[in-house]
């Protein structure tokens, strides 16, 4: 029996079509992980969200990347519940849970903007492997800043650049990348980043590197550029932050794919939220 699975394709953390990060929303009670794998390795972006009933949340909310399910997406959370305002189906308080292999997460909505809160990693300085590291990134020793490296606790690795042509000229070696997984334990991601900035509004600009998951560069990661203002404070990168202060971090522009993620901390609760816009840019239907 012939099936049709409706599915959004949806530009998040952006104002415009065909800028920020390129996400699939699709919604599926009867849809088996098999199936979903195998959307998302026919979409071929750099992640699909599944939507389906929950018992313990407004809905269920699964992650794939074009070669696996993954625990944590920024861009693709906006995008689902960018799809779900779209359709009607957002409730009246402006808010939405979803159930994730993170736990809950509460995602809102306010003045056109979409709010994912992220779950708060621990943070570590990271010494170890830097030559490897650097031989990943084919960066050399004067191109990195005078800070340490810092690990998160999901894998993720922050390596902080003196500019933006550092940045923007990097040319990883991504079999490298995914070689340092297996020799560290440790590295899953790298996330590179500098304080100088294409805008003057903006604090830092970011690039992230996942070719472990498929993705050799992510254009816009929410699950990043959140961190990143933890990280910035943890290596005294901003001069003063005040709770629930929105920054603004740049990415996408090197892959003309320019997005803005806004990001904010609250230290007395210990809540980081990121947020931003989303445009839909084309509808269609799956058939199984």
């Known amino acids: 029996m012939i099936r049709e699975v409706e599915f959004y394709h949806i530009d998040a953390f952006s104002k415009e079509e065909f800028r920020g990060n390129p996400a699939a929303v699709v919604f599926g009670n009867n849809l088996s992980d098999k199936e979903k794998k195998q959307i998302a390795a026919e979409l071929n972006l750099s992640e699909t969200a599944f939507l389906s009933e929950s018992k313990i949340a407004d809905y269920k909310l699964q992650w794939f990347t074009p070669t696996m399910e993954v625990s944590l997406c920024g861009h693709a959370t906006l995008a689902a519940v960018h799809f779900l305002n779209e359709k009607g189906l957002f409730t009246k308080r402006k808010s939405v849970s979803f159930k994730t292999l993170s736990g809950i997460i509460n995602c809102t909505y306010e003045d056109g903007k979409y709010i994912m809160q992220l779950p708060v990693p621990k943070l570590f300085e990271y010494y170890d492997f830097k030559d490897e590291i650097l031989d990943a990134l084919n960066l050399r020793t004067n191109s990195i800043s005078n800070v340490p490296f810092v690990m998160l606790s999901n894998g993720f690795l922050f390596v902080t650049v003196t500019s933006l042509n550092v940045l923007h000229s990097l040319k990883p070696d991504f079999k490298k990348i995914i070689q340092l997984s297996a ?51 943890k290596l005294n990168l901003l001069k003063k932050y005040y709770d629930d202060t929105y920054l603004t971090f740049e990415q996408g522009d090197n892959m003309d794919r320019k997005g803005r993620v806004e990001v904010k901390y609250n230290s007395k609760r210990n809540e980081l939220h990121i947020a931003g816009h989303c445009v839909t840019v084309m509808k269609g239907k799956i058939i199984l």
Do not use: W
Not at 187 to 200: C, R, S
């Open 183 to 233: 020799i560290t334990k440790t590295i899953n991601e790298i996330a590179v980043f500098t304080t100088e900035v294409i805008d003057k509004t903006s604090t830092a600009h970011l690039r992230f590197f996942a070719p472990l998951l498929g993705i050799n560069e992510d254009p816009v990661t929410g699950s990043a550029c959140g961190p990143l203002l933890l990280v910035m404070m």
